[in-house]
C-alpha cells in the first residue's frame, strides 16, 4: 500500500543529505539495508496507530530542537557504585573521561571500531534484533538509528563481569543532536550489569540490542534527565535464551518528550523478562510515553511489565504495553500492570494494555489504573503529626515502590529513591 504523502514527505526531508557512517562491507551493507526500510516504512506520524497518543514531529524534524542546558545541582547518581565509567559528550565518546575500557569478564570496544573490522561477533547483532523487531509493529525510527548511528559501545560478557558498566552521557550543546547504538551480547553462563545516566543531547535517538545467552543474567538500570527541554527517543531489543534473565529499569525526571520502546523475545524455556519504569513529570510541556512488546515463544517464560508515572501540571503520560503468547508456549506467566498518580486535575494518563494469547495453558493479566492521593491515607498520616507536603511525598513514594522492587541491588535502588525524594521536596 503507498505511503501517505505527509510520510513520505517527512521521510524524505529527514533522509535528504544524511551522512552515513561508513565502516567494514558487512557494516555498510546493514546501514543501506536499513536505509532502504526506513524510506518503504515511513517515519511515523500521530495517524500511526502506535503514535496517536504522541506526536513525533520533533523527533523525526530535520532542524533540531534547541534544548537549554540544565545546570544539576546534585552530585552524579552511582557515585559510591565501582563502575567502569564510559562517557559520552553529546554523543561523542570522551576517552579522556571515561575509564579505561576492560573489566574482568568483559570485552568493550567502540562501535566504530567493531564496525570497521571484517570480521566481528557485532555483525551478528547489529541491526538484527531490531530487524526482527519490525514485526507485526513497525518501528522506523529504530532502522533510522541503526542507519545513522555515529557512535555507541560494544560489549561481550565472557563471564560474570566484576563490576557494573556505566554509560555516561552529557548535554552540553544547545542544538545538539545524538544518534548511538550500544551491542551487549551476553555469553551462556555469563553477567552483566549495565547502568545509563544523564540527557545526552537536545535530542538524542539511543538503540540498544541485547543478546542474552543460555544461563546469561543482563541487569539495566537507566536515569533520564533532568534536562528540562531535552527529546529522546529509546529502543531496547532483546533475545532471551533459555534459562536466562533480563531484566531492565528505568527513571525519568523532566524532559518535552521521551518515548521508550522495549521489544522483549523470549526464545527460550524457563527465560525471565522484567521490565519496569517510573517517571516524575512537572508541566504541560512534560509528554512521557513507555511503549512496550513482549513476546513468549517458549515454554515456562516470565515477563512482568511494572510501570508507574507521577504527573502534576498539566504533565502527559503514555503507557502502550503488549503480552503475546505465541502457540506452543505453554506455562507462560506473563504480568502487566501500568498505574498513573496525577496529583492535579490538569495531568493525563493514556493508557492502552494488550494481551494476544494462542496458548492455552497461560496465566496472563493486566491491569491499569489512574487517581489521585489516598485523602483517607493522607487523613490518617496528618492525624500522626506529619506534615502535608511530608505525608504526600510518603504516599507517592509508597506508590512507586512496586516498580523501584524490580531493581535486584539494594542499593543502586536506595539511590535512585534518593533522587525522588529530592525531586518530589523541589516539586511541593
Known amino acids: 500500500m503507498a505511503l501517505a504523502k505527509l510520510k513520505i514527505d517527512t521521510t524524505e526531508a529527514r533522509l535528504t543529505d544524511v551522512d552515513v557512517p561508513q565502516g567494514a562491507a558487512w557494516s555498510n551493507a546493514v546501514r543501506a539495508d536499513a536505509l532502504e526500510r526506513v524510506r518503504q516504512m515511513g517515519l511515523p506520524t500521530k495517524r500511526d496507530e502506535y503514535w496517536k497518543y ?13 534544548a537549554a ?4 545541582d546534585e552530585g552524579p547518581l552511582f557515585a559510591d557504585v565501582d563502575r567502569v565509567k564510559i562517557v559520552f559528550v553529546d554523543g561523542v ?17 567502540r562501535l566504530a571500531d567493531a564496525m570497521a573490522t571484517d570480521i566481528h561477533w557485532a555483525k551478528e547483532l547489529y541491526g538484527v534484533l531490531e530487524a526482527r523487531g519490525q514485526k507485526p509493529v513497525e518501528r522506523p525510527l529504530a532502522t533510522l538509528n541503526t542507519a545513522l548511528a555515529t557512535d555507541g559501545i560494544v560489549i561481550r560478557v565472557t563471564g560474570k563481569a566484576s563490576k557494573p558498566i556505566n554509560f555516561i552521557y552529557l548535554h552540553k550543546d544547545v542544538s545538539s543532536d545524538a544518534i548511538l547504538h550500544n551491542l551487549v551480547k551476553v555469553e551462556a553462563g555469563a553477567e552483566v550489569t549495565l547502568l545509563e545516566t544523564g540527557p545526552a543531547a537536545a535530542r538524542f535517538s539511543k538503540q540498544l540490542e541485547v543478546e542474552v545467552g543460555e544461563g546469561g543474567k543482563f541487569n539495566h538500570v537507566r536515569a533520564q534527565g533532568r534536562d528540562h527541554e531535552r527529546r529522546a ?8 535464551a533459555a ?12 524532559g518535552v518528550l521521551t518515548r521508550n520502546e522495549c521489544i522483549l523475545e523470549i526464545v527460550g524455556d524457563d527465560a ?17 510515553d513507555d511503549t512496550v512488546f513482549v513476546t513468549h515463544d517458549a515454554l515456562n517464560g516470565e515477563s512482568r511489565q511494572v510501570f508507574k508515572k507521577v504527573l502534576r501540571n498539566g504533565a502527559t503520560g503514555v503507557f502502550q504495553g503488549k503480552i503475546l503468547v505465541k502457540e506452543g508456549a505453554q506455562k507462560t506467566d506473563g504480568y502487566q500492570i ?19 494469547i494462542y496458548a492455552d495453558d497461560v496465566a496472563c493479566s493486566h491491569g491499569s489504573t489512574s487517581g489521585a492521593i489516598d485523602e483517607t491515607a493522607l487523613f490518617y498520616l496528618r492525624s500522626r503529626g506529619i506534615s502535608h507536603d511530608e505525608a504526600r511525598n510518603l504516599l507517592t513514594l ?31
Open 54 to 66: 504522541t506526536d513525533p514531529t520533533s523527533l523525526t524534524a530535520t532542524d533540531t530542537p534547541d
Open 69 to 72: 542546558l540544565f545546570v544539576n
Open 93 to 109: 565518546f570522551d576517552a579522556h573521561a571515561s575509564d579505561d575500557l576492560s573489566a574482568e569478564g568483559v570485552e568493550i570496544e
Open 233 to 240: 527517543v529509546t529502543h531496547c531489543f532483546a533475545r532471551i
Open 243 to 254: 534459562n536466562s534473565t533480563f531484566k531492565s529499569f528505568t527513571l525519568t525526571f523532566n
Open 272 to 288: 525471565i523478562a522484567h521490565v519496569a519504569g517510573i517517571c516524575v513529570g512537572d508541566g504541560k510541556d512534560f509528554h512521557h
Open 338 to 356: 501500568s498505574q498513573s498518580l496525577l496529583l492535579d486535575d490538569d495531568s493525563q494518563f493514556l493508557a492502552k494494555p494488550e494481551l494476544e
Open 398 to 428: 509508597s506508590f512507586l515502590a512496586e516498580a523501584l522492587e524490580e531493581i535486584e541491588d539494594e542499593g543502586l535502588a536506595e539511590d535512585l529513591r534518593d533522587r525522588l525524594e529530592g525531586w518530589l521536596k523541589r516539586h511541593r
